[in-house]
Structure formats: C-alpha cells, structure tokens
C-alpha cells in the first residue's frame, strides 16, 4: 500500500500548504495518539522542534490534536531529533515527536515520529496512522483528556547523556573547535557539550530568529565554518543540519570531510579498538566506491542501503552492525543512539583527534575518493523518471558504465527532486553520463 502523507522520514512540506497544516497535524496527533494507546497506564508523548518559526503553530495543532485523545504531552523546546528519541525512551514515553524539515529551508516543516523504543516508526506503525487520518477521530471523555507541561531539564539530560558516549579517560583540552549550529535545534547543547569536555569553542549559527535556520550556515553551507577555521587556527570545524541528526566536518587547512570519511575513521578506529559490531559498516547506494575500497583493505565489509537513515537502520538490526550512516552526514551509532546524531558523531572525530595526536586533515582523509557526480532535478508533479526518453537514456548510461562504475538515480523523498548520481575511475566519462540524463529529465518534466 502507498503512504499518502508519510516520506522516507516523516511528513515534510511547504508550511501552510498541504499536508504541512495546522489542521493535518492536529489530525496527525489524534491519530498517532489512537494507535500507541496501549496499555492502561497513563499515556504520554514527548514534543521536541527546531528553531523554525511555524514550529509554533505546528507545536499547538499537535499539542490539541494529542490531548484531545487523551495523551498527555511533555514539551522540551527546540531540542535535536536525537534528543527527542533519547528522551522518549528515557522517559518511558508512548510516542516522541520531532517538529523539523532538517536541512530544508526555514519555510518548509515536518513531523518525525518515534516509537517507545526511540526508533522511527515502521512503514506498518505509519501506514495504520494513516488509515486513522481517513477515519472520523474517536475524542477523549471530558474528564480524560489529556494535560500539557514544559520540561524544563530536557537540554541537560541529553547533554549528559551525548557526553557519556566519549570514554571517562579522554578530554578535549587544548582543542580549539568551530561549531556551526545552523541557526537550529543544537544551538544550544553541542557547544555546551563541547565546552563541558574542556574543548575551546567558538560558535557559529547560534542565533535563530526563526527564519535563519539552515541559511548560509550548518552543513548545507560550510563556507563560514571554512574561513572561521582557517582566520581562528582551529582544530577541526564541526557542522550540523537544522535538526541536529548529521555532521559535516572541516578539517584545519579547509578541506571539507563528508559522512564517507567519518564512517571509514569511526569503523576502522571502532574495529582496531574492539567495539565494531558486525564485521563492517552500513552505508548506501550513494556512498563513494572508494570507502567500500578502504574497508576492505581494513577486511571490512560495506552493506549498502537505501537511501535515507530508516533504511541504513534497518539493514544494521538486521546484520547486527552498530555503526551505519550517510554520505550526507549521518550517522547511526547504536551503542549511544537510536537515530542519527551529529553532536555524538562530533565527539568520537574530536576524541580520536586528541587520541591520536594527528591532525584532522590526516586523520580525516583516509582514502581516496572515486570520481562522483551527483545533480538535482527540480519538477513539479507527474513522474519523470517512468517517461521512456528518460528510460532510454538511463539504459544507454548503464551499458556504458558496465565494468568501470556505476549509476544511482532516484526521487528525493523529501524534496520534489531527481537525483543522478554517478562514479567510476574515469571522471569525464561521469560528468557525461550525468548531464546526459538530467538533460533529458529536464526535457520532460512537467
């Protein structure tokens, strides 16, 4: 069955325009509240946001449509995702929810849902939420709907909780660390994490208005964070999204290091200390040849996934790994995290940057990347992808790439996007390869 309103994570969409609508979310509320209703304890569900300014207003259409089914609700305020899963779980909550469009722009929205256990939902929890939004809503008797509090001791829970995943022996004195923040939910806790391990901090994107979130700043954006870095003579850079859940670094000359080389040092470093799980690591399809190289040089392997963290999720539970993540910077380590989290992420680079001694651009730079493109194609509705002039080129793509790389292409599902991607050993052959097909996609998107 195909879900109408939930993407690969969560609801996203353009604020005040459907599904991203006070009254969609009040909807989604009451029905998320019917489904984990469970037991005949008093339920309860933990709302967390980012800095965006209609987090407001999707906050009170949620906070309504829970209460009104008789949920209670803890509020902890702009907090990152990660937070909020640590949280629901910590709190033996029924359900945590997550107000964030992440890496998108301040004038989109979405809503994250997380189990008991603090894992995003399965496509079964949300395909039965779904059939609760079609369905007319079951309110709460008078006397048992629900209450609503603020906590006030979210932040420093979950700073406590990100600095336990550093062991007790390694502190961060004498590193001079840039972190951008992005204008988002981490605004606050990862420097006072980073502080509180003794690292000197200088912060960037720590002032949100509400429109400014993921604007020129975080790890869409690291132009800032580079010239910080260089003009201060930090250490490392670290960048984080809107929400929180992934990470980008700049090492000390500029250079920019992606999730393919923070998994390749968190593998090898948790593989060469005994804590890797699994044998190898889980990335996906979009993830460099070269990484899957270097880890078999470590005799590593290198699971791949579909793209978006839930899946990356689910082939580690399956294989028993505990380290997974993104090219795009996030990172699942399951000892510490149920989700990704970029500020834990953050901490095992600075940690093994004061372990090792090394230098972040030597330590950062563990292989060599296979030549890689990827381009966005932007449409507004129909199916590019299923038209047969784009069919025939990705065909003609594939034969060419047989034996030297290969061709990943797929719709965003958080943006209306298609996006191409190839690599191989002979870089003009993929930059061909690419503009052929966004071309033809271009041609014939609607």
């Not at 991203?20 to 209703?37: D, L, P, S, Y």
């Not at 070269?290 to 470590?298: K, P």
């Not at 030297?404 to 003009?428: F, H, Q, W, Y």
């Amino acid at each position: 069955m195909t879900k109408k309103f939930f993407g690969t994570d969560g609801i996203r969409g353009l604020t005040n325009k459907h599904p991203m609508t006070a009254e969609i979310a009040m909807k989604v509320g009451q029905a998320a509240g019917r489904h984990f209703q469970r037991g005949d304890h008093r339920h309860r569900v933990v709302i967390g946001k980012d800095t965006r300014l209609s987090g407001y207003m999707m906050e009170n259409a949620l906070v309504a449509g829970f209460t009104s089914v008789g949920m209670d609700v803890v509020q902890v305020g702009p907090m990152p995702t990660p937070a909020v899963a640590l949280l629901t779980r910590s709190m033996r909550a029924d359900l945590g929810v997550m107000i964030s469009a992440s890496h998108n722009p301040f004038f989109d929205n979405g809503i994250k849902l997380f189990g008991p256990d603090g894992f995003k939902l399965s496509d079964e929890d949300e395909l039965k939420i779904e059939s609760y939004l079609e369905e007319p809503t079951i309110l709460a008797e008078a006397k048992d709907i629900g209450r609503a509090k603020r906590f006030e001791d979210a932040r420093g829970r979950y700073i406590h909780a990100i600095k336990m995943s550093l062991p007790d022996h390694i502190r961060l004195d004498g590193l001079k660390v840039v972190c951008d923040c992005a204008n988002g939910a981490a605004y606050q806790v990862a420097p006072s994490a980073f502080w509180e391990l003794g690292a000197e901090v200088i912060a960037l994107g720590v002032q949100p208005n509400g429109l400014n979130i993921n604007d020129k700043c975080g790890s869409t954006d690291v132009a800032a964070l580079q010239e910080t870095v260089i003009a201060s003579g930090a250490h490392v850079g670290i960048a984080l999204d809107g929400d929180a859940d992934r990470l980008i670094v700049v090492d000390e000359k500029g250079q920019v290091v992606d999730g393919d080389q923070l998994m390749a040092l968190i593998g090898s470093t948790w593989s060469r200390n005994g804590l890797l799980r699994g044998d190898g690591i889980v990335a996906t399809v979009m993830s460099n040849l070269g990484l899957e190289r270097f880890l078999a040089s470590q005799h590593l392997d290198l699971v791949r996934a579909k793209v978006g963290d839930r899946y990356v999720l689910e082939e580690m539970k399956k294989g028993g790994f505990n380290v997974g993540g993104e090219q795009s910077g996030h990172m699942i380590l399951l000892d510490h995290a149920t989700t990704g989290d970029g500020t834990i992420a953050a901490l095992q680079v600075m940690g093994e940057l004061v372990t090792s001694g090394k230098p972040a651009s030597e330590l950062l730079h563990l292989f060599d990347t296979v030549p890689q493109l990827l381009m966005n194609v932007r449409y507004s509705s129909g199916s590019p992808l299923d038209d047969e002039k784009v069919k025939a080129v990705i065909a003609e793509a594939e034969r060419e790439l047989v034996g030297s790389g290969r061709l990943v292409i797929r719709k965003s599902g958080t943006e209306p996007l298609i996006r191409v991607m190839a690599e191989g050993d002979n870089s003009d052959q993929v930059t061909s390869v690419v503009e052929r097909i966004c071309a033809v996609v271009e041609d014939v998107a609607i």
